[in-house]
Nanobody, 119 residues
Framework: QVRLVESGGGLVQPGGSLRLSCAASGLTFSSYRMSWHRQAPGKERELVATITRTGGSTNYGDSVKGRFTISRDNAKNTVSLQMNSLKPEDTAVYYC????????????WGQGIQVTVSS
């Protein structure tokens, strides 16, 4: 079975940093575009960052540009999100997503991990 497991979340102070990781199993990792999404209470789930199969291209939501960096390691079947200069509005549940390169309707989601930015 396909599994996406997030780790690295927690509580940080404004201005701090946090690194999230997503470990994938049960799929050919290099065949999937990987993304991070987040959802705060009462709000729509939004795209945070996406990265192509080889890591050659990345895209970010406007609210995180210049602060977050997405990366992947196909040898380890992992994708990471380095979050710097964190703000209270970054507080949300963060989800790892995999979308097949060819069959785009084939997608998988992790269960989510909490990130809280507060003093």
């Amino acid at each position: 079975q396909v599994r996406l497991v997030e780790s690295g979340g927690g509580l940080v102070q404004p201005g701090g940093s946090l690194r999230l990781s997503c470990a994938a199993s049960g799929l050919t990792f290099s065949s999937y575009r990987m993304s991070w999404h987040r959802q705060a209470p009462g709000k729509e789930r939004e795209l945070v960052a996406t990265i192509t199969r080889t890591g050659g291209s990345t895209n970010y939501g406007d609210s995180v540009k210049g602060r977050f960096t997405i990366s992947r390691d196909n040898a380890k079947n992992t994708v990471s999100l380095q979050m710097n200069s964190l703000k209270p509005e970054d507080t949300a549940v963060y989800y790892c997503n995999a979308r097949h390169w060819v069959a785009g309707t084939v997608t998988y989601w992790g269960q989510g991990i909490q990130v809280t930015v507060s003093s």
